[in-house]
Nanobody
């Protein structure tokens, strides 16, 4: 089993920055991928970014590409999401998620049906 704890959400102004964290624990394995999804009120959960846990080869959604950056600290078993130039449309609950893959590609990474473990979610609000 894989357990995820996400944190770091808060209230920021338009154009501001925020860093989210996802601590990964439990049994990790080859073929594990870890990423971020977000869900705004009345909207379905959408892909933000993801990496294979064993390496840093990220894919980003077009809506955040160039503004968000994913990284990880192996000593802390923690993945981070640096969010810059935030916009009101970035307002959502952000969820850390983990799943499995065989061949790493964008289609696999962005498909929420491939994810089996979820964090509790952390609220990000961007004011105008």
């Amino acid at each position: 089993q894989v357990q995820l704890v996400d944190s770091g959400g808060g209230l920021v102004q338009y154009g501001g920055s925020l860093r989210l964290a996802c601590r990964v624990s439990g049994h990790t394995f080859t073929g594990l991928m870890v990423g971020w999804f977000r869900q705004a009120p009345g909207k379905e959960r959408e892909f933000v970014t993801a990496i294979p846990w064993g390496s840093l080869l990220p894919y980003y959604a077009d809506s955040v590409n160039g503004r968000f950056t994913v990284s990880k600290d192996d000593a802390k078993n923690t993945m981070y999401l640096e969010m810059d130039m935030l916009k009101p449309e970035d307002t959502a609950v952000y969820y850390c998620a983990a799943g499995t893959f065989d061949l790493w590609n964008e289609r696999t990474a962005e498909n929420r049906l491939h994810y089996h473990y979820w964090g509790q979610g952390t609220q990000v609000t961007v004011s105008s």
